[in-house]
């Protein structure tokens, strides 16, 4: 249940609804927006009586929330949630780019594929430092290496950062570096992970698990919120179905779901999504055209010679071609790029 208090509701008012939902034995989570207070009730699966809170001085209204996120739903949070990272508005009426290889490979590679997403109008530099690869045997990442090179790439362009962490230990230092933590499809039912990330308070880019339902999604992102972030992005990054052509198949359907269920912003991965860099560009414009905040693709300068997922990376003038592409579609949406 929320609770949604008065525009002119004082402080005690908010602080005796919040003490009175904590002796019902519930959690208390406080939003405060700019109009007004609202207290999201975390229940203990027993059913709570509305009425005696209803009536408390400073209380508009009640409302239950009946699915399982909390937190995430749209019914917590009416107005979407806008996510701020180094000046850049993410979940706004501009849409945002992130952009960059899919793995540092060395302090040439990722300058020059800074430098060139950074030329074309790309809003956060991407980059994995730490690779979480389906085979033991391919190219793991450079660790704090691949960390420091994109803090320098960062320096030099101005970009935030976005990058993985694979593991709650390595949080501390990935957090010395990175704007944004993405948590990978692979890593989206690591529990430990969500709640590390959850008690951090970086931005965090929650990747669909590639076997997993939009519930199952939320209530991922529903981890990291009610571990105190606020700040989760969530993104559609395709599903394993039986189609072979792609890589996985590219759910479009879950980014306007997405934003009916959720205020949380919503972005698409199509380099994953697709796995082939031909489809990278007209996914992307659906993908705007269906509603998402953002997208995140992989560029790499040679990708010929990328040591990870180069079937999917674009050359950086096939990104700038694919931005020039991209504004019309943007702006048919009543967005900004
Ligand atoms: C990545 O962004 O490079 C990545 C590994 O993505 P995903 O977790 O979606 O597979
Ligand atoms: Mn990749």
Redesign the pocket.
């Known amino acids: 249940m929320i609770i949604v208090m008065k525009q002119n509701a004082t402080r005690a008012q908010i602080a005796n609804v919040a003490a009175r939902v904590e002796q019902l034995g519930c959690g208390v989570h406080i939003s405060t927006g700019e109009e007004r207070t609202i207290i999201g009730v975390i229940g203990n699966g027993r059913p709570i009586d509305r009425e005696p809170l209803q009536r408390m001085d400073g209380v508009e209204r009640t409302v239950p929330i009946l699915r399982p996120f909390k937190l995430a739903s749209r019914d917590f949070c009416p107005q979407d949630t806008v996510v701020k990272v180094n000046g850049v508005s993410i979940g706004g009426k501009q849409l945002v780019v992130m952009a960059g290889p ?2 540092v490979e060395s302090r040439e590679q990722l300058l020059e594929a800074a430098q060139a997403v950074k030329e074309t109008g790309a809003h956060v530099l ?1 980059g ?1 430092a730490f ?3 389906t085979s033991p045997y391919s190219f793991q990442g450079l660790g704090e290496e691949g960390l420091r090179l994109l803090a320098e790439a960062r320096d030099e362009t101005g970009l935030p950062i976005v990058t ?1 962490v694979i593991d709650p230990q390595m949080l501390p230092m990935v957090t010395t570096y990175a704007d944004i933590l ?7 039912h690591n529990y430990a992970l969500l709640h590390a990330v959850g008690e951090s308070q970086r931005p965090v880019l929650l ?2 698990g ?1 076997m997993s339902t939009i519930e199952e999604l939320l209530m991922a992102a529903e981890y990291v919120l009610s571990h105190g972030n606020e700040r989760v992005i969530l ?1 559609e ?2 599903i394993r179905t039986f189609e072979k052509y792609t890589r ?1 198949t590219l759910d479009i359907s879950a980014v306007p779901l997405l934003k009916q269920l959720s205020h949380l912003p919503v972005f698409v ?1 199509p ?2 999504g697709t796995g082939k860099w031909e489809l990278v560009e007209p996914v992307s414009r659906a993908a705007v055209a269906a509603g998402a905040d953002g997208l ?1 693709i ?1 560029v790499h300068p040679h990708p010929e010679e990328a040591l ?2 180069g079937a999917q990376s674009l050359k950086p003038d096939r990104f700038a071609t694919l931005m020039e592409n991209l504004r019309p579609v943007a702006e048919a949406v009543g967005r900004t790029l």
């Not at 993405?182 to 989206?188: D, P, S």
Request: proline content about 3%; some cysteine; hydrophobic content about 20%.
């Open positions: 899919c793995a991407r994995g690779k979480p690869r993985e993405q948590v990978g499809a692979r890593n989206m990747k669909r590639m993104c990054r395709g996985n991965d380099s994953h995140i992989e990870s997922d």
